[in-house]
């Protein structure tokens, strides 16, 4: 089941957030519900974060990657290297999400892979296109140079 928390971060009025349930695959195909906080800053258009929260905020696990992977992973198997986006097997409704650690991170490679339903993660995406449209992301981190450098040298 999922549920739907859409609105603005209370500690970033401009970020937008999303509460919802992703299923964890496990060894031998076991399954662990995970409460998720997908974010977006639009002064960071081109990422979106998933926060894992599996004792809590304050015990997160973030992952970041491209705001462009996810809407690809949407439409079938996208990305290569650390994350891999696309439908699930034999269900267009749920959208598979594989982590690949580093040699570091996990020497034996194990990768992590956590289930959406697709319909929840199109609409969390529809809602950052909303705040900075496709196509218009150089503009605004443009924009943010462009006040940095004034606020730094005013």
């Known amino acids: 089941m999922t549920e739907s928390y859409p609105g603005r971060d ?17 060894p031998e195909n076991s399954i662990v519900a995970l409460h998720v906080k997908l974010q977006f800053n639009p002064k960071e258009p081109y990422a979106v974060t998933f926060r894992f929260l599996p004792g809590g905020d304050s015990d997160a696990v973030p992952w970041t990657f491209g705001r462009d992977l996810l809407a690809d992973g949407l439409c079938g198997q996208a990305g290569v290297g650390g994350v891999l986006v696309g439908p699930l097997d034999g269900d267009n409704r749920k959208t598979k999400i594989t982590l690949l650690p580093t040699k570091e991170e996990d020497p034996n490679g194990t990768p992590a892979i956590v289930l959406f339903e697709r319909s929840h993660l199109e609409g969390f995406l529809a809602e950052t296109y909303k705040m900075v449209p496709k196509s218009q992301e150089d503009e605004v981190i443009r924009r943010e140079i462009q006040d940095g450098l004034r606020e730094f040298f005013s």
């Open 10 to 26: 209370p500690n970033n009025s401009t970020e937008i957030y999303d509460l919802t349930v992703a299923h964890l695959l496990g």
